[in-house]
């Protein structure tokens, strides 16, 4: 089955660039997301990139993509205290192509 | 665009009574609606796939006729925990896919935190 794994915490200073890692496994995946949680609430896609793609950049966010190592990652330039929340990585999988969540990283940012 | 309404965000209830929670696409259609429970610090579980018109598809271990599952039109999908026993205290996220659109991202709700005292 399809699984997708991220590391649980990262903490990092303000200021400093941040980077969130995620394996997945299904390699037939033509999307794969990023999505942020803040406390008690939703998460919000930041981003997506197509499986054709290596690199996406928009504004503060660079996802990179490996498909031969299925490893993809989330860097976060500059990162704000109001960048500390959980992020998920996600890829679409099963007949409804629903989305398969990473467990999420707790990105903490410290002043 | 692409937001999901989910009402209510927080509701308290007895144990053995019924809670129906509704999501709403509010300014797109979505044939397909996703409902999740996320526990503390863990990663969303996906309970249900709720399309529009037909018979919602329960992951395993879901029991169907605990949580009830009503996608009636192309902008609503409601969840309804029947008689709730304090294990089923938990938030309840929903998202929707978009009709129109095929990159299969779903847009979330806010969530709903169910505690059943």
Same mark, same amino acid.
């Given at each position: 089955?399809?699984?997708?794994?991220?590391?649980?915490?990262?903490?990092?200073?303000?200021? %400093?660039?941040?980077? /969130?890692? *995620?394996?997945?496994?299904?390699?037939?995946?033509?999307?794969?997301?990023?999505y942020k949680q803040?406390?008690?609430a939703g998460l919000q896609l930041l981003?997506?990139?197509?499986?054709?793609? %290596?690199?996406?950049?928009?504004?503060?966010?660079?996802?990179?993509?490996? =498909? =031969? %190592? =299925?490893?993809?990652?989330?860097?976060?330039?500059?990162?704000?205290?109001? %960048?500390?929340? /959980?992020?998920? *990585?996600?890829?679409?999988?099963?007949?409804?192509?629903?989305?398969?969540?990473?467990?999420?990283?707790?990105?903490?940012?410290?002043? | 665009?692409? @937001?999901? #309404?989910?009402?209510? #965000?927080?509701?308290?209830? &007895?144990?053995?009574?019924?809670?129906?929670?509704?999501?709403? #696409?509010?300014?797109?259609?979505?044939?397909?609606?996703?409902?999740?429970? !996320?526990?503390? &610090?863990?990663?969303?579980?996906?309970?249900?796939?709720?399309?529009?018109?037909? &018979?919602? $598809?329960?992951? !395993?271990? @879901?029991?169907?006729? &605990?949580?009830?599952?009503?996608?009636?039109?192309?902008?609503?999908?409601?969840?309804?925990?029947?008689?709730?026993?304090?294990?089923?205290? #938990?938030?309840?996220?929903?998202?929707?896919? +978009? +009709?129109? @659109?095929?990159?299969?991202? !779903?847009?979330f709700?806010?969530? $709903?935190?169910?505690?059943?005292?």
């Amino acid at each position: 089955g399809e699984d997708v794994e991220q590391s649980l915490f990262l903490s990092v200073r303000e200021g %400093d660039s941040s980077v /969130i890692n *995620c394996t997945y496994t299904d390699s037939s995946s033509t999307y794969l997301y990023w999505y942020k949680q803040e406390p008690g609430a939703g998460l919000q896609l930041l981003t997506y990139i197509f499986s054709n793609m %290596d690199m996406k950049q928009d504004q503060r966010l660079t996802v990179l993509l490996n =498909k =031969k %190592d =299925k490893h993809l990652s989330l860097r976060i330039a500059d990162t704000q205290t109001g %960048d500390s929340a /959980i992020y998920f *990585c996600a890829e679409p999988s099963g007949s409804a192509r629903q989305l398969t969540f990473g467990s999420g990283t707790q990105l903490t940012v410290l002043p | 665009g692409a @937001v999901v #309404s989910q009402h209510p #965000s927080r509701v308290i209830c &007895k144990s053995g009574t019924s809670v129906k929670i509704e999501c709403r #696409s509010l300014d797109f259609q979505a044939t397909t609606m996703f409902w999740y429970r !996320q526990f503390p &610090k863990k990663s969303l579980m996906l309970m249900a796939t709720s399309n529009e018109g037909s &018979k919602a $598809t329960y992951e !395993q271990g @879901v029991e169907k006729d &605990k949580f009830l599952i009503n996608h009636a039109s192309l902008t609503l999908s409601t969840l309804t925990v029947t008689s709730a026993h304090p294990e089923d205290s #938990s938030f309840y996220i929903c998202s929707a896919r +978009s +009709s129109r @659109v095929a990159t299969y991202e !779903q847009y979330f709700g806010p969530g $709903t935190r169910l505690t059943v005292t």
